[in-house]
């Protein structure tokens, strides 16, 4: 799921049915394989430790056992595995907010909960939600004013 399509459906505290729901058409990046939950673990430990510019294809591929040819199977390139990076961040996060409401009541509770759920997420995943906003940010930028790129 692109990263737009993800804070659309950012949805904590609205109900809906199975059929009301949308399913996401996937994006051409997301047709290359199922992309192993071990290499997205791995970057996000790697973006927390050396942030962004630390991240390598090769390091990933290495640390979850597999040649670095073979993440190009999972990832079409680099700016996939960030997308992936990211998608995964907002639906941690939908996640956490989501249990941090269930037990709250009324409506100020909900929303304090969500809030200091969302504080708690960027406290232990800084570099992560500055990655999963700044990537939001570079998607619905307009044309030529920070596009798509991998930093």
């Given at each position: 799921?692109?990263v737009?399509a ?7 505290g ?9 399913q996401p058409?996937p994006?051409p990046?997301?047709?290359?394989q ?9 970057a ?11 991240l390598s ?8 056992g597999?040649?670095?040819?073979a ?18 961040g ?7 907010s989501?249990e941090?409401?269930?037990?709250a009541?009324?409506s100020p ?5 969500s809030?200091?759920a969302y ?7 800084p570099?992560?939600?500055a990655?999963?906003f700044g990537a939001a940010?570079?998607a619905?930028?307009p ?9």
């Amino acid at each position: 799921m692109h990263v737009l399509a993800l804070l659309r459906h950012m949805d904590v505290g609205h109900h809906h049915t199975h059929q009301q729901r949308r399913q996401p058409q996937p994006q051409p990046r997301q047709l290359v394989q199922a992309r192993p939950p071990q290499a997205i673990q791995q970057a996000l430990r790697q973006l927390e430790g050396a942030g962004l510019h630390g991240l390598s294809m090769r390091e990933i591929a290495k640390a979850v056992g597999v040649s670095h040819t073979a993440a190009y199977r999972h990832f079409a390139d680099k700016q996939a595995l960030l997308d992936a990076m990211a998608e995964q961040g907002f639906q941690a996060l939908r996640q956490a907010s989501r249990e941090a409401v269930a037990t709250a009541q009324g409506s100020p509770d909900r929303l304090l909960a969500s809030g200091l759920a969302y504080v708690q997420f960027g406290r232990q995943h800084p570099r992560q939600l500055a990655h999963m906003f700044g990537a939001a940010a570079r998607a619905t930028a307009p044309a030529g004013r920070g596009g798509r790129s991998v930093q």
